[in-house]
């Protein structure tokens, strides 16, 4: 059922964004689309409007720094998974980003839920998602100032353990 | 048979120096403050129930505010994001104000000690610790050992000092 399935979305994504899916993969049954950097917005919408194929669930967003990765061609990569409870079926969506100012559309406009997710990306990774309502870090403090999920960011930190000044009963 | 003649009703006298008196007193009321941030938490929960009954030392009192609170017992891992919240609550807590670092994370961040971007390495960088109580987490014993060491602690102190 599931192959048949990732037939359909094979031929409806292709007919409809032809050009602008660069790789389509199928990894244990499981399809995964690459797209163009501006293109997330569309492709995830026809895939959550569309009556057939009902995506409608996002899953999660995750990021990868493909640094010094064999065969990589930009460094990074947003990766979306979706779900469809009509046809209890999953696909993927990748994205990948330049290494400088990597940024792409945020999906706040289609699911609410993306919000933290892309937060957490923006805070590990470095990238920018315009149009999201709130574009803050989530899990490290404001003035964090690294992106510690990279791949170039060193093991023993930049410093962030001793900037701490103690707190003396004087003070 | 129990005789009451030695009970007259009149009042007494007991002689003590201020400090004897003081120091009994805040040193059988520590009022800890409610806190946990890991897995040390649940051994502090299990300090305070039936079996181990940290209310035998007077510590019993979890206050769910600093403002109320003499002891601060850091119970697991410290965050970055978490350490500024951990000197906000400590400048809430009034005098005097003790702290005890509870398990390896609070200790010196304990398994995220060496490569983690995430974790305080020790929480005696940012507040001044009275009692530090080894474990990963500590059992309710060693807990329950840290608190009769600050204890101790207290009742060393003067009313002349600085502290």
Same mark, same amino acid.
């Given at each position: 059922?599931?192959?048949?399935?990732?037939?359909?979305?094979?031929?409806?994504?292709?007919?409809?964004?032809?050009?602008?899916?660069?790789?389509?993969?199928?990894?244990?049954?499981?399809?995964?689309?690459?797209v163009?950097?501006?293109?997330?917005?569309e492709?995830a919408?026809?895939?959550?409007?569309?009556?057939?194929?009902?995506?409608? @669930?996002?899953?999660? $967003?995750?990021?990868?720094?493909?640094?010094?990765?064999?065969?990589?061609?930009?460094?990074?990569?947003?990766?979306?998974?979706?779900?469809?409870?009509?046809?209890n079926?999953?696909?993927? /969506?990748?994205?990948?980003?330049?290494?400088?100012?990597?940024?792409?559309?945020?999906?706040?406009?289609?699911?609410?839920?993306a919000?933290?997710?892309?937060?957490e990306? @923006?805070?590990?990774?470095?990238?920018t998602?315009?149009?999201?309502?709130?574009?803050?870090?989530?899990?490290?403090?404001?003035?964090?100032?690294?992106?510690?999920?990279?791949?170039? @960011?060193?093991?023993?930190?930049?410093?962030?353990?001793?900037?701490?000044?103690?707190y003396? /009963?004087?003070? | 048979?129990?005789?009451?003649?030695?009970?007259?009703?009149?009042s007494?006298? %007991?002689?003590?120096?201020?400090? @004897?008196? %003081?120091?009994?007193?805040?040193?059988?009321?520590?009022?800890?403050?409610?806190? *946990?941030?890991?897995?040390?938490? %649940?051994?502090?929960?299990?300090?305070?129930?039936?079996?181990?009954?940290?209310?035998?030392?007077?510590?019993?009192?979890?206050?769910?505010? #600093?403002?109320?609170?003499?002891?601060?017992?850091?119970?697991?891992?410290v965050?970055?994001?978490?350490?500024?919240?951990?000197?906000r609550?400590?400048?809430?807590? #009034?005098?005097?104000?003790?702290?005890?670092?509870?398990?390896?994370?609070?200790?010196?961040?304990?398994?995220?000690?060496?490569?983690?971007?995430?974790?305080?390495?020790?929480?005696?960088? %940012?507040?001044? /610790?009275?009692?530090f109580?080894?474990?990963?987490?500590?059992?309710?014993?060693a807990?329950?050992? *840290?608190? $009769?060491?600050?204890?101790?602690?207290?009742?060393?102190?003067?009313?002349?000092?600085?502290?």
């Open positions: 059922m599931s192959d048949a399935l990732n037939t359909i979305i094979k031929e409806k994504i292709t007919a409809k964004f032809g050009e602008h899916v660069l790789e389509t993969t199928e990894f244990r049954g499981q399809l995964a689309f690459t163009k950097q501006d293109r997330n917005c492709i919408e026809f895939l959550k409007t569309d009556p057939d194929l009902a995506y409608d @669930y996002l899953e999660d $967003i995750c990021g990868a720094d493909y640094l010094e990765y064999e065969g990589a061609k930009d460094r990074f990569c947003v990766i979306y998974q979706f779900y469809s409870f009509k046809n079926h999953r696909v993927r /969506v990748k994205v990948f980003l330049p290494e400088k100012n990597p940024s792409l559309d945020s999906l706040t406009c289609l699911w609410k839920s919000g933290f997710p892309e937060r990306i @923006y805070d590990m990774y470095g990238i998602f315009r149009n999201h309502p709130d574009m803050r870090r989530l899990l490290m403090p404001d003035d964090f100032g690294s992106n510690p999920l990279r791949k170039d @960011y060193p093991l023993k930190g930049k410093g962030e353990r001793d900037r701490f000044p103690k003396t /009963v004087d003070d | 048979m129990v005789t009451n003649d030695t009970k007259t009703g009149e007494g006298i %007991i002689l003590t120096t201020a400090d @004897y008196a %003081i120091n009994w007193a805040r040193s059988n009321s520590l009022w800890p403050l409610t806190f *946990g941030l890991a897995c040390c938490a %649940i051994e502090m929960m299990a300090t305070g129930a039936a079996k181990y009954d940290i209310d035998r030392f007077g510590a019993g009192v979890f206050r769910p505010s #600093p403002r109320q609170a003499d002891l601060m017992i850091v119970a697991g891992t965050t970055f994001k978490m350490a500024e919240l951990i000197k609550l400590y400048a809430q807590m #009034p005098e005097p104000k003790y702290v005890l670092a509870m398990g390896s994370c609070s200790i010196s961040g304990g398994p995220f000690s060496k490569d983690s971007y995430s974790v305080l390495r020790g929480v005696d960088l %940012i507040v001044p /610790v009275d009692v109580v080894p474990g990963c987490p500590p059992r309710p014993e807990l329950l050992e *840290g608190l $009769i060491k600050l204890q101790g602690i207290i009742k060393k102190r003067s009313i002349i000092d600085k502290k």
